[in-house]
């Protein structure tokens, strides 16, 4: 059975609750020996901490959501910077690879634009001081987002669930940074996608699933989860003209490779 790396999800979610060990289980059933589970905030960030240490094969990143920022900008100086803190302390925490989901929202804009980007240099910050490369949300924020990282210290990282253009998927690969593949690449009039994908380096692609958000075909509509990632991988694999075998195998190496974790799968179930 080819070997399939979610490198997105949000097992911690509520959403899971009362059936999230039979979630994991059905991921590695389907071949996904290995999952990032992304934090959004100091608790769910916590979460994923203590399930990435509960279980083989679970990888924890922590950090602060653009559409949290606002309860940390808000507060008080000492308790904004306690947040910033809480997360810091938490990314040296066993089972942590990476700091996120961090980034910019411009959609929702449940949190404002300036809150955003402060919370999200405090974060580009940390995982220079921390050398972890960070996950990266940008949503109809491409512009602050490219300015962010340029002002920033160099980062290794990934722009998850990639739906920009052209431009700034140039922008990402010139700096050396990742982008994450999910279940729109299996929807319909998804042709400007496919172009970006198919003139991407193999080595600067990851698979993902964003479970629970965003469902694959045929999934879609329902509750994601990570064993819905061999669909995103089919339909990555069919756009290459790879073999699917092919692309797991490439996509698990590029995730291990960010994330600094060994290429050899981990043994299926608890320590």
Same mark, same amino acid.
């Given at each position: 059975m080819m070997e399939l790396f979610d490198s997105h999800t949000h097992l911690e979610s509520s959403r899971y609750d009362g059936e999230r060990a039979e979630v994991i289980a059905r991921a590695q059933a389907a071949g996904v020996t290995r999952m990032l589970t992304c934090g959004s905030d100091v608790q769910t960030s916590e979460q994923s901490v203590a399930l990435a240490q509960a279980h083989d094969g679970i990888y924890a990143a922590v950090g602060i959501h653009g559409h949290r920022a606002c309860s940390v900008a808000q507060a008080h100086d000492e308790q904004g910077i306690d947040a910033i803190q809480c997360i810091a302390d938490l990314a040296q925490q066993s089972g942590v690879v990476a700091l996120g989901e961090l980034g910019l929202d411009y959609h929702y804009e449940l949190s404002t634009r300036q809150a955003q980007r402060m919370v999200l240099g405090h974060q580009l910050l940390l995982a220079r001081d921390l050398d972890l490369p960070v996950i990266l949300h940008n949503r109809e924020s491409d512009d602050d987002m =490219? @300015?962010?990282? @340029?002002? %920033?210290?160099? #980062? =290794?990282? #990934? +722009?998850?669930? &990639?739906?920009?253009? $052209?431009?700034? %998927?140039? &922008? $990402? +690969? %010139? =700096?050396?940074?990742?982008l994450g593949v999910a279940g729109p690449v299996t929807f319909g009039k998804m042709e400007q996608l496919a172009a970006i994908l198919r003139q991407t380096p193999l080595d600067r692609l990851l698979i993902e699933t964003d479970s629970p958000y965003l469902a694959p075909h045929p999934q879609r509509g329902k509750r994601n989860e990570p064993a &819905?990632? #061999?669909h995103v991988a089919h339909a990555l694999a069919g756009l290459l003209d790879l073999p699917v075998e092919e692309l797991a195998r490439r996509t698990t190496e590029n995730a291990c490779r960010l994330l600094g974790v060994e290429v050899c799968a981990p043994s299926v179930g608890n320590p």
């Open positions: =490219r @300015t962010m990282l @340029t002002q %920033a210290p160099p #980062v =290794r990282g #990934v +722009l998850h669930c &990639f739906l920009s253009d $052209a431009s700034m %998927a140039g &922008f $990402a +690969l %010139a =700096r050396g940074l990742y &819905f990632v #061999v």
